[in-house]
T-cell receptor, first 110, second 118 residues
Framework: DQQVKQNSPSLSVQEGRISILNCDYT??????FLWYKKYPAEGPTFLIS?????DKNEDGRFTVFLNKSAKHLSLHIVPSQPGDSAVYFC?????????FGQGTTLQVKP | EAQVTQNPRYLITVTGKKLTVTCSQN?????MSWYRQDPGLGLRQIYY???????DKGDVPEGYKVSRKEKRNFPLILESPSPNQTSLYFC?????????????????FGPGTRLTVL
C-alpha cells in the first residue's frame, strides 16, 4: 500500500510561471516531509523540507506547503526555470526512515 | 569532495550469478541505506545501517544481503539475482538518522547503479 502518493506522473509549465507539485500521504504519524530533485543519470538531491509543526517553509524560489488535515503537501517553484526540469520526489518520515512517492517529472519549457 | 560513490554504474548479468554493488562515502556518516527505483513505484528502501555492524531490513529486502564492516562502506549483495531485481539502485548516507533538533537528517545519494538481470 502506497503511503506516499504523487498522482501526477508529469507536469509541463512555461518558463517564468509557477510550478506546483503535489503529494498526498496516508500515515498521520508522519512528522517530517522532504522534497528531492533528480536529474537523469544522477542520484536524488535534497531540495527542501518541512516539519509537521509548520505549514510553510520557503527557500528562495522554492516553497513547501503542508496541510495536515488534508494529509497533503505541495512544492511551489516560482519562477520556474528550464534548469528545474527534473524528477521530483516527495518523502515522508516518522521514525527517520523515508517513504518516497512515485515521483513527478517536471518539464519547464523556454 | 564530499560524496557517495557506487560501483559499477551499469551492470548486465544473468540469472543466478552472484554480484556485489559497492557503496562508499567519505563524510564519516553513520547512517547508510540502499534503495531501488522502479517506474511507478518511486524509491523503496532495501536495507539500512545505523552504524558499523548494525543493519536492518527495509521495505523490500528479499533477495538482497548487506554488510557494514567499516563505517564508510555498505555493499549490496545479490546472491542469486533474478530478472525482477532489474532496477536502478541508489545508495545513500546521512550523518545520523536524526538531527540534534529531532528532524530526519538529510540523506545524500550516490549516482545510481543500473542493473539488468537477464
Amino acid at each position: 500500500d502506497q503511503q506516499v502518493k504523487q498522482n501526477s506522473p508529469s507536469l509541463s509549465v512555461q518558463e517564468g510561471r509557477i510550478s506546483i507539485l503535489n503529494c498526498d500521504y496516508t500515515n498521520s504519524m508522519f512528522d517530517y516531509f522532504l522534497w528531492y530533485k533528480k536529474y537523469p543519470a544522477e542520484g536524488p538531491t535534497f531540495l527542501i523540507s518541512i516539519s509537521s509543526i509548520k505549514d510553510k517553509n520557503e527557500d528562495g524560489r522554492f516553497t513547501v506547503f503542508l496541510n495536515k488535515s488534508a494529509k497533503h503537501l505541495s512544492l511551489h517553484i516560482v519562477p520556474s526555470q528550464p534548469g528545474d526540469s527534473a524528477v521530483y520526489f516527495c518523502a515522508s518520515s516518522n521514525t527517520g526512515k523515508l517513504i518516497f512517492g512515485q515521483g513527478t517529472t517536471l518539464q519547464v519549457k523556454p | 569532495e564530499a560524496q557517495v560513490t557506487q560501483n559499477p554504474r551499469y551492470l548486465i548479468t544473468v540469472t543466478g550469478k552472484k554480484l556485489t554493488v559497492t557503496c562508499s562515502q567519505n563524510m564519516n556518516h553513520e547512517y547508510m541505506s540502499w534503495y531501488r527505483q522502479d517506474p511507478g513505484l518511486g524509491l523503496r528502501q532495501i536495507y539500512y545501517s545505523m552504524n558499523v555492524e548494525v543493519t536492518d531490513k527495509g521495505d523490500v529486502p528479499e533477495g538482497y544481503k548487506v554488510s557494514r564492516k567499516e563505517k564508510r562502506n555498505f555493499p549490496l549483495i545479490l546472491e542469486s539475482p533474478s530478472p525482477n531485481q532489474t532496477s536502478l539502485y541508489f545508495c545513500a548516507s546521512s550523518l545520523s538518522l536524526w538531527t540534534s533538533g529531532g528532524s530526519t537528517d538529510t540523506q545524500y545519494f550516490g549516482p545510481g547503479t543500473r542493473l539488468t538481470v537477464l
